[in-house]
């Protein structure tokens, strides 16, 4: 009985994310963020469906923008959400609280990779190019194979990302490159000089204190791929 009404409200949620109203699919989305008991059984229960409906999200050609206005006293506040920003952070909240374990009994991971990979190429939105780079850094961290398969696709976005002025998408970037390190992926061997020189130009933005993490990350890579 209790498994039936899950699934009844599990099927309510899903259908609300394509909804009519872009409002209504960014709210769902943005409840899907939340650390709740019902969001973390929902995520270990129902993975291969909440993967669908995010991928279904980011199919969209046109990524819609809803403006919501608030503010205290005579001041008004305005924000802009975009609507592929708010699914994308919604699957990298999945995927950082997902056992690997459940991960694996998915895979769905080609459509992820498929699905994330042409976002690093979005220059209007540098929020949606940190949290695609983020999501992918997850997805190969958790499957080796994956990181195996598309080194060779994954490996120039990542140094194109390490001259980007976002401290955000640098620290990304080094990060990624570490992981393709630390599983010794082989297509690096070829690209060491180049993925050298990018370390040293994310190392020349230590001078600016928002950037030491990318630092720190540059750092460790070279130890890696010592």
């Known amino acids: ?46 993975h291969q469906r909440l993967v669908q409906v995010f991928c279904n999200a980011l199919d969209n050609e046109q990524d819609l923008n809803v403006k919501y206005s608030g503010g205290i006293s005579d001041c008004t506040e305005i924000w802009f959400y975009s609507l592929k920003e708010q699914a994308a952070s ?24 498929g ?6 190429q979005d220059k209007e939105s540098s929020k949606l190019k ?12 958790l499957c080796e194979e994956v990181a195996h398969k598309y080194c060779a696709i994954y490996r120039p976005m990542l140094l194109e990302a ?6 955000n998408i640098r620290k990304e970037a080094a990060r990624g490159i570490r992981i393709c390190a630390e599983l010794g992926t082989p297509q690096l061997k070829p690209f060491i000089n180049r993925i050298l020189s990018k370390l040293i130009v994310l190392m020349n933005y230590s001078n600016q204190p928002q950037n030491d993490e990318a630092f720190d990350i540059a750092v460790s890579v070279l130890g890696r791929i010592c």
């Open 1 to 46: 009985m209790a498994g039936s009404f899950l699934d009844e409200v599990v099927s309510k949620v899903l259908e609300l994310t394509e909804d009519s109203h872009t409002q209504v699919r960014m709210a769902t989305f943005k409840f899907l963020l939340n650390s709740t008991n019902f969001v973390q059984a929902v995520q270990l229960l129902y």
């Open 130 to 141: 940190s949290i695609a780079l983020s999501t992918l850094n997850i997805t190969i961290q």
């Open 115 to 120: 699905k994330f990979l042409p976002l690093l």
């Open 90 to 113: 919604a699957m990298h909240f999945f995927l950082q609280n997902t056992l690997p374990e459940s991960l694996t009994l998915n895979k769905y991971v080609d459509t992820v990779m």
């Open 162 to 167: 390490c001259n980007d002025e976002n401290s």
